[in-house]
C-alpha cells in the first residue's frame, strides 16, 4: 500500500504574545495502516478562531491547554480517504475536530456527517457551524433583544460579529458596528445592512459611537475588549444586557494595560445600571440547542436574509501567519485554511 506522509503543526512551546514559528514544529509523519472500524481523514478546510490563541497557553480555563508536542486543535471539514467503517464510504465529507494536519485516523466517534456532495461544505466551520451557532445562543439567549433596541457589536464583519448583527436586524433592532478600517464599516453598512458601522481606529471613535447611539445601547456583544468596551460602557442604558464571547484585544496581551484601574467605574456600571454580563462557552452551554439554530439559520440563508463572507488562505503552510493575521483583525469574514484539494 502507498505510503501516506502526514505534515502537521505541533506546539514547540508556549508563546509569550504573539505565536511565532519558533513556537511550532513544523512535522512529516508516516500514516499509519488502518485497523477494522477505522477511516483516514483528509483535512480540506481548517477552521482557524480565536479561541485557539488560549490553548496554546497553559493558564487555566475552560479546556485544557494542547501539549508540548501535540498537534495544535482546531475544527476541519475532511473527505473520508479510505474507509474500514461500514458507516462511511470513500469521499464522504464530514465535520471534524482533527487541528492542524493533513491527515487523520477516526473511528468515527464525534464526526458529523456533511453528505456526498455539499454545496458549501467550508460553511460547517463557520455560518452553520460554531462561529454562526455562537451568534444565534449569545444574542438571543443573553442578549435578548427587543423591537426598537440598539444593539452594538464590535468585530462586525467577523464570522460571530456579522451574524449578531444580521439577526439583531431580523428582530427589528437598530444595530451598530464596529469594525477595523472604512471598508469593513461600509460592508457592514451596504451589505450586512448595519443602520451604521463606526471604525475604531478613528481619532474621534468615542465621540462616532456616541452619536450613532443617540438612544443608549440595549444589548452590546462583547467580542473584542479593551478600548472599544471603554468607549461602550458609559453609554449602557439601564438593564442593558452584555453576552461576553470574547476578548481578542487582549489574548496576546502579557501585561495589564497601562492606565487608572478601571474595575470600580465596570462594577459601578453594573450595579446602578443593573447590566446583565455574561460569559458562556457555546457547546458546553448550548450544545442541546444547536438543532433550534440549525433550523433557523438554513431558513434564513435560503431566503438570502443571512450574507455570509470567508476569508479562505490556500496553503497549509500558510496556517501561523493566517492565524496571526485574524488576531490582528486583517482577516476579513471567517478565516479558513485550504489545506488541501477536494478528492
Known amino acids: 500500500m502507498q505510503t501516506i506522509e502526514n505534515r502537521q503543526f505541533t506546539l514547540a512551546s508556549r508563546p509569550h504574545g504573539k505565536p511565532t514559528n519558533d513556537n511550532f514544529s513544523f512535522k512529516k509523519v508516516t500514516v499509519d495502516a488502518l485497523k477494522q472500524g477505522e477511516v483516514l481523514l483528509r483535512t480540506i478546510y481548517l477552521s482557524l478562531d480565536p479561541y485557539m490563541r488560549g490553548r496554546m497557553s497553559d493558564a487555566k480555563s475552560y479546556a485544557d491547554p494542547v501539549a508540548i508536542g501535540e498537534v495544535m486543535v482546531g475544527a476541519t471539514v475532511c473527505q473520508i480517504e479510505q474507509s474500514n467503517n461500514d458507516k462511511f464510504a470513500v469521499g464522504d465529507w464530514v465535520l471534524a475536530y482533527t487541528g492542524w494536519q493533513d491527515y487523520a485516523i477516526s473511528d468515527g466517534e464525534g464526526l458529523m456527517p456533511l453528505g456526498k456532495n455539499p454545496s458549501n461544505p467550508s460553511y460547517a466551520l463557520g455560518i452553520m457551524g460554531m462561529p454562526g451557532f455562537t451568534a444565534y445562543m449569545g444574542l438571543l439567549d443573553i442578549g435578548a433583544p427587543k423591537e426598537g433596541e440598539t444593539v452594538v457589536v464590535a468585530a462586525a464583519t467577523g464570522p460571530v460579529g456579522a451574524t449578531v448583527g444580521q439577526i439583531a436586524k431580523l428582530k427589528g433592532c437598530k444595530v451598530v458596528g464596529i469594525a477595523g478600517g472604512n471598508e469593513k464599516c461600509q460592508y457592514a453598512v451596504d451589505t450586512l445592512g448595519f443602520d451604521a458601522c463606526i471604525d475604531h481606529r478613528s481619532d474621534n471613535f468615542n465621540e462616532q459611537l456616541a452619536n ?50 478601571r474595575m470600580g467605574a465596570l462594577m459601578g456600571q453594573i450595579l446602578t445600571k443593573r447590566i446583565k454580563m455574561q460569559g458562556f462557552i457555546i457547546f458546553d452551554d448550548y450544545g442541546h440547542r444547536y438543532d433550534e439554530f440549525a433550523t433557523d439559520m438554513q431558513k434564513w440563508l435560503s431566503e438570502g436574509k443571512i450574507h455570509y463572507r470567508e476569508h479562505l488562505v490556500t496553503g497549509f503552510e500558510n496556517t501561523l501567519t493566517a492565524f496571526n493575521d485574524m488576531i490582528d483583525g486583517k482577516n476579513f469574514g471567517k478565516t479558513v485554511v485550504q489545506v488541501n484539494q477536494p478528492l
Open 212 to 261: 450613532a447611539c443617540d438612544a443608549g445601547i440595549d444589548v452590546y456583544y462583547e467580542n473584542v475588549g479593551g478600548k472599544v468596551f471603554d468607549a461602550v460602557l458609559p453609554l449602557l442604558n439601564t438593564a442593558a444586557r452584555v453576552p461576553l464571547c470574547g476578548l481578542v484585544s487582549q489574548y496576546n496581551a502579557t501585561e495589564l494595560p497601562q492606565g487608572p484601574d
